[in-house]
């Protein structure tokens, strides 16, 4: 069945913004299969979401929202797995890309990361928002926290990230 304009908008917008997949599935999943699956549960959530999308709200932020929540939901393991949905790429999604953007990061970024796949799921969530640059406000509306909450706990997030920076660092 050929794909509706809504169908076509859905794709454009999710191949412009594949880049929150990626990001997401790389802090989530450590394993290349298991960032497949989390992609793939993420674009299902999403197409499924599409229908109640306000096409007057940003589509990053809802985008982010959704992915943020199944990510949590799958590293839980409280997600049902899809299996007999389409491949990822026929989403145009790419998980060499996804390997890509793993593989060019410098050392420090790389540690960096390693760091906050140690955090728990909702900081992880709270400190990939703020890095993607969100306002404290913004995370909080997308997280279900206050925007006090998001602030004292972005801020500890960032004191306990440095210390086990420094901590990795003088074993080195």
């Not at 007057?56 to 997600?79: D, K, L």
């Not at 026929?90 to 990361?113: N, T």
């Not at 928002?129 to 406000?137: F, H, R, S, T, V």
């Amino acid at each position: 069945m050929p794909p509706t304009p809504s169908d076509d908008a859905f794709l454009a917008a999710l191949q412009q913004h594949k880049a929150i997949l990626y990001k997401v599935a790389n802090a989530y999943c450590s394993r290349r299969e298991d960032r497949g699956d989390l992609i793939q549960d993420i674009v299902v959530a999403l197409w499924q979401a599409w229908p109640r999308y306000d096409r007057n709200a940003a589509f990053a932020g809802w985008m982010q929202r959704i992915a943020i929540n199944v990510a949590i939901s799958f590293y839980r393991g409280e997600s049902r797995r899809i299996r007999d949905a389409l491949p990822i790429e026929e989403f145009g999604m790419d998980l060499a890309a996804a390997d890509r953007v793993l593989d060019a990061e410098g050392d420090d970024l790389r540690a960096l990361h390693q760091l906050i796949a140690q955090l728990d799921e909702i900081n992880r969530a709270l400190i990939l928002l703020y890095l993607e640059g969100y306002a404290q406000d913004e995370i909080a509306a997308l997280v279900g926290l206050s925007a006090t909450n998001v602030a004292t706990r972005i801020n500890r997030i960032k004191q306990k990230l440095q210390r086990a920076y420094a901590a990795a660092e003088d074993t080195v």
